[in-house]
């Protein structure tokens, strides 16, 4: 056992200091960014911000409204049928993530969808990112479809970073153990890390071997979103703050006809092991909760609010682009560091 003494960081530890500067006007502020990816060689262009793969967020409807612009992760449970159709037809399929877990049926299912289909991004995901399993399927992955962008997680540190990029089988690294809104690992395993400060330092690792993180988890305004691509974050994956839009999918309540609320719940929680996986194991707990997230109306409305947000804090620090965001940052702690997302 040992203790690790210096403080770690997290959204709401911090706040961006303003500078005076040639504060450029919100509407000139480039958003867009272009990406070259080193293990594939792909390029990608567009706003880095990414649907999260949970099954009511990363639907079909979500890729379509948010592409090409911005990217999506497919939740991974539609059939075979169901996503040779999309990526078949799909105008946005090129910025649309294929997800899988990393099961041997979910590794055929991947081999069988791309025989038929065109494929760019697929997305590995697993809670815990730091096996040597999950290490293994990620590098097979690449040795079997070297032409694909892999963005493969979660971890939460820079060593396991540094491992995904060096063995050459990911280009994107997913951060965060534990900071979703509806994620309870941290009070079940009192495992995790500190978001921000995950962000900054994960992106210092990748940055140093030409490779990109996305940052996974924590988010629930604009001003966290701005906070994870200011400590490097390349993307910036959300799940809870695009829930109860119109493109989800999943149980919704009514009244009088009209939506009112989404059940939203993470993909380690009772019911989605009730769903997807026959129920909770004896030898596991539950590691999500539910909740109910209010109606919010078409996505490209909680799309605006950031975008806006993100515009509005590159003009106080006076960058440019945002690209830029975090050359211009200096965060100042605000508040004690209390671990807590």
Known sequence: MRIDNEPKLDFDDVLIRPKRSEAPSRASIVLQREYRFLNSEATWKGIPIVASNMDTVGTMAMAEALGPEMMTCLHKHYSEGRLVDFFKNAVHRAST??????????FEKLRTVKTKVDLRFICVDAANG??????ERVKRIRETFPQLTIMAGNVATPDMVQELLISGAADIVKIGIGPGSVCTTRLMTGVGYPQLSAIIECADAAHGLRGHVCADGGCRSPGDVVKAFAAGADFVMLGGMLAGVDECEGEWAEKE????????????????????SGGRRDY????????????????????????????SACAYVGATRLKDLSKCTTFVICSRPTGKD
């Not at 730091?130 to 290490?135: G, L």
């Not at 006809?257 to 997807?276: E, P, T």
């Open 97 to 106: 993530f294929f997800t899988l877990g990393i099961k041997d049926e979910e």
């Open 130 to 135: 730091y096996t040597r399993y999950f290490v």
């Open 257 to 276: 006809g009209k939506r009112v609320a989404l059940a939203f719940y993470g993909m380690s929680s009772r019911k989605a092991l009730d769903k997807y």
């Open 284 to 311: 596991r707990a539950c590691e999500g909760r539910e909740i109910e997230i209010q109606y919010k109306g078409p996505v490209k409305e909680t799309i605006q609010e950031i975008t806006g947000g993100i515009r």
